[in-house]
């Protein structure tokens, strides 16, 4: 829904600067040192080179994020194969020692950069596969994703067990190299429908294998690929090396959909997550300050007020938890090309009430390279407006 600014446009810059105060304390995230709690949500520009090494345009696109002093980045979606992994050709890699080597330059630059705010900026990788997305597209079963013109994408095909072998094989490598590239963490995608998603969901998983069926099978192939990573993680770094990992409600077809019908699936998944190895919870809503379960607990209570973040810390007994989604911009995502510009207060009310421990801010930090800077000195209303034409360059 679009929602207009929602504060006094003349508050004076020392009073706004107040209320945004929680979003600039220094933070301890799993073990992650951080400057503040600001992260740079994952965003595909699809402007990558054909061999899918980042180029130098992404070295200085994300520096510049960093002298903003965006506390983490978390680098744009990341295919972790060139065979079912990508929806198009033009999104970066991390399956070769040549994108590694790419990433390398761009984690320099990021831990190299100046702020002002007393410590650099940390950088995660978003691991990514797309699935039922793809341009060769494979899924938990043969069901197509319909498009929002009506249409619908190639259909994908069943993986079998070596599918899932390859796939887990994959992540594996995808890991080893982000490591060697130097990422001060790791973030898995299992959000918006695309694969470990796809096998959440009984309207794109209706396999009859141990995969399929019950919550707990549907379950079994992203944990699979969540405990493999781990595994890697611990041999070559340690277990205190944090990971992350993304998760929504929504999927890219179907805006309106619940992964987790209720508060006992969502807490299932996340003390699974967390037995599997993972440290960080990012919660993928279209608002971060939207109800989590609006449409099983009356919006006056306690239960029907909290986030999808806020029930996310709760129900894992505390984890580190990053909530995202609309912050400083008047629509969620896809509602409208030009969004204006918001005040982020709600989203330190976010950490202040303790349901979440940092906020991911997406379209808004490709408006503003120096988001922190404007919103800590109270001037939010002189951020910049995200249009959908910043997206064909990463000039600014
Ligand atoms: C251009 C664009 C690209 C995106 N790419 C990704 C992506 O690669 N991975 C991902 O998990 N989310 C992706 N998202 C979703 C964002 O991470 C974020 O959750 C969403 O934009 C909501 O945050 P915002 O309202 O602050 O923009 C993308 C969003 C946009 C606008």
């Not at 938890?321 to 912050?327: C, E, F, P, S």
């Not at 969004?339 to 997406?362: H, K, Y």
Request: charged share 25%; glycine share 8%; with cysteine.
């Amino acid at each position: 829904m679009t929602k207009l600014p929602t504060a006094d446009q003349d508050l004076s810059p020392e009073a706004a600067a107040e209320r945004v105060a929680p979003l600039f304390e220094r933070a301890d995230l799993a073990g992650i040192e951080l400057c503040n709690r600001i992260a740079m949500a994952p965003m595909t520009r699809r402007l990558a080179p054909d061999d899918r090494v980042p180029s130098q345009a992404v070295v200085d696109y994300s520096a510049r994020r960093a002298a903003g002093g965006v506390g983490l980045i978390i680098t744009e979606g990341t295919h972790v194969d060139d065979k079912h992994a990508p929806d198009s050709e033009n999104v970066p890699g991390i399956f070769n020692d040549e994108q590694a080597a790419g990433w390398k330059r761009v984690i320099e630059a990021v831990h190299s950069a100046e702020n002002n705010f007393g410590s650099p900026s940390r950088i995660a990788v978003q691991l990514w596969h797309t699935g039922r997305h793809a341009m060769n597209p494979i899924g938990p079963s043969a069901i197509p994703v319909q498009k929002r013109d009506g249409g619908y994408k190639d259909t994908p095909r069943e993986m079998t067990e070596a599918d899932m072998d390859e796939v887990v094989a994959i992540f594996e490598n995808a890991a080893r190299l982000s490591i060697e590239a130097g990422f001060d963490s790791m973030e898995i995608h299992g959000a918006h429908g695309y694969l470990l998603d796809s096998f959440l969901s009984p309207a794109s998983n209706q396999r009859t294998d141990d995969y399929g069926g019950s919550f707990e099978n549907r379950m079994r192939f992203p944990l699979r690929v969540v405990r493999a990573v781990r595994k890697v993680l611990d041999e070559a770094v340690g277990r205190e090396y944090p990971l992350m990992i993304r998760f929504s409600q929504w999927r890219m077809e179907d805006y309106s959909a619940y992964a987790y019908p209720d508060p006992d699936h969502l807490e299932r998944w996340v003390l699974a997550l967390k037995d599997a190895g993972v440290d960080i919870l990012h919660v993928s809503t279209r608002d971060a300050t939207d109800p989590g379960f609006p449409h099983l607990f009356d919006t006056d209570t306690d239960d029907g007020r909290r986030t999808l973040a806020g029930w996310t810390r709760k129900l894992s007994g505390g984890m580190p938890t990053v909530a995202v989604g609309r912050v400083s911009v008047s629509a969620s995502m896809d509602e409208g090309a030009a969004v204006q510009t918001t005040d982020p207060a709600p989203a330190a009310e976010l950490i202040s009430r303790g349901e979440a421990d940092m906020i991911a801010v997406g379209r808004s930090l490709i408006a503003n390279p120096r988001w922190c800077d404007t919103v800590r000195e109270g001037r939010w209303n002189e951020l910049v407006p995200y249009t959908r034409e910043m997206l064909e360059s990463l000039d600014d």
